[in-house]
């Protein structure tokens, strides 16, 4: 028990940081979720659906060789608050849309993407700034932790979503998601400290030069790279699977948000 309270003690600035991000990751899971449904009953079109998807995801294939290194040369609470303002304006402005009975197929495409660019540069900052508030001999605790908050939010997502959605509507799972993002931001600004080392010569290399850099470490571990190709087949996959699921749901009959929930 002692050392359980000790190991607790030394991960408690971790441990805010973890559980204000993942609650924060869970309000914008729905937003996706109530997205992806009211696109469909929009226009009915899985294309439609699955282009959602892509326009999110197209940034993290397009540039994160970039945003690695430009995580590297910027203060890590920065981009993190940066990151996240941004990805919360973009939420007020399809919820402007939303409630103006503005809001078209094509401008979430345009959010959606936004988002991703922001997650894209957001990602590798924070993978830097946990190293930074724990010693390595808690690092294999933070993989545990961040699976279960990832799998944790992926069974609690739909279920959440639906229930709120039926009861007062999207409105109110936008309103959840800026709800979520305000705690986060507010307990990363005020009540989170990551250091940051010192500049040095290597740090302050030019932006092609880390990815070429990059580029040239992959092309020697043959092994890494095999396994970023295999991850990414299993991934497109998987990718597949998802763009066509909900619309096969919702195209049954008596097929509802509720019946995608289970």
């Given at each position: 028990?002692?050392?359980?309270?000790?190991?607790?003690?030394?991960?408690?600035?971790?441990?805010?940081?973890?559980?204000?991000?993942?609650?924060?990751g869970?309000?914008?899971?729905m937003?996706?979720?109530?997205?992806?449904?009211?696109?469909?009953?929009?226009?009915?079109?899985?294309?439609?659906?699955?282009?959602?998807?892509?326009?999110?995801?197209?940034?993290?294939?397009?540039?994160?060789?970039f945003?690695?290194?430009?995580?590297?040369?910027?203060?890590?609470?920065?981009?993190?608050?940066?990151?996240?303002?941004m990805?919360a304006?973009?939420?007020?402005?399809?919820?402007?849309?939303?409630h103006?009975?503005?809001?078209?197929?094509?401008?979430?495409?345009?959010?959606n993407?936004?988002?991703?660019l922001?997650?894209?540069?957001?990602?590798?900052?924070?993978?830097?700034?946990?190293?930074?508030?724990?010693?390595?001999?808690?690092?294999?605790?933070?993989?545990g932790?961040?699976?279960?908050s990832?799998?944790?939010n992926?069974?609690?997502?739909?279920?959440?979503?639906?229930?709120?959605?039926?009861?007062?509507?999207?409105?109110?799972?936008?309103?959840?998601?800026?709800?979520?993002?305000?705690?986060?931001?507010?307990?990363?600004?005020?009540?989170?400290?990551?250091?940051?080392?010192?500049?040095?010569?290597?740090?302050?290399?030019?932006?092609?030069?880390?990815?070429?850099k990059?580029?040239?470490?992959?092309?020697?571990?043959?092994?890494?790279?095999?396994?970023?190709?295999?991850?990414?087949?299993?991934n497109?996959?998987?990718?597949i699977?998802?763009?066509?699921?909900?619309?096969?749901?919702?195209s049954?009959?008596?097929?509802?948000?509720?019946?995608?929930?289970?």
């Amino acid at each position: 028990m002692k050392n359980l309270l000790k190991t607790i003690w030394e991960m408690k600035t971790f441990l805010l940081l973890w559980s204000t991000q993942a609650f924060s990751g869970l309000g914008s899971a729905m937003t996706s979720y109530t997205l992806v449904i009211w696109s469909y009953t929009q226009k009915g079109s899985a294309l439609m659906t699955a282009i959602l998807m892509v326009s999110s995801y197209a940034p993290y294939v397009l540039l994160s060789i970039f945003a690695g290194a430009l995580s590297d040369k910027w203060n890590k609470k920065a981009t993190m608050l940066v990151c996240d303002t941004m990805a919360a304006l973009t939420t007020v402005v399809m919820l402007v849309l939303l409630h103006t009975d503005r809001l078209q197929i094509w401008q979430l495409y345009l959010i959606n993407g936004v988002n991703g660019l922001m997650n894209t540069v957001q990602q590798p900052a924070s993978e830097v700034a946990v190293t930074r508030v724990l010693s390595k001999e808690h690092y294999q605790r933070v993989g545990g932790l961040r699976y279960f908050s990832s799998s944790l939010n992926s069974i609690m997502t739909p279920v959440i979503a639906t229930a709120v959605m039926g009861i007062a509507g999207m409105g109110a799972i936008v309103a959840f998601d800026l709800l979520t993002f305000a705690v986060a931001f507010l307990v990363l600004l005020f009540g989170i400290r990551i250091p940051e080392t010192e500049e040095n010569g290597e740090e302050q290399e030019k932006l092609m030069a880390s990815v070429k850099k990059g580029i040239t470490y992959l092309k020697k571990e043959q092994g890494i790279f095999g396994l970023i190709l295999f991850l990414a087949a299993i991934n497109l996959v998987a990718s597949i699977y998802d763009a066509a699921f909900p619309a096969m749901m919702l195209s049954r009959n008596g097929g509802s948000e509720g019946h995608w929930a289970w």
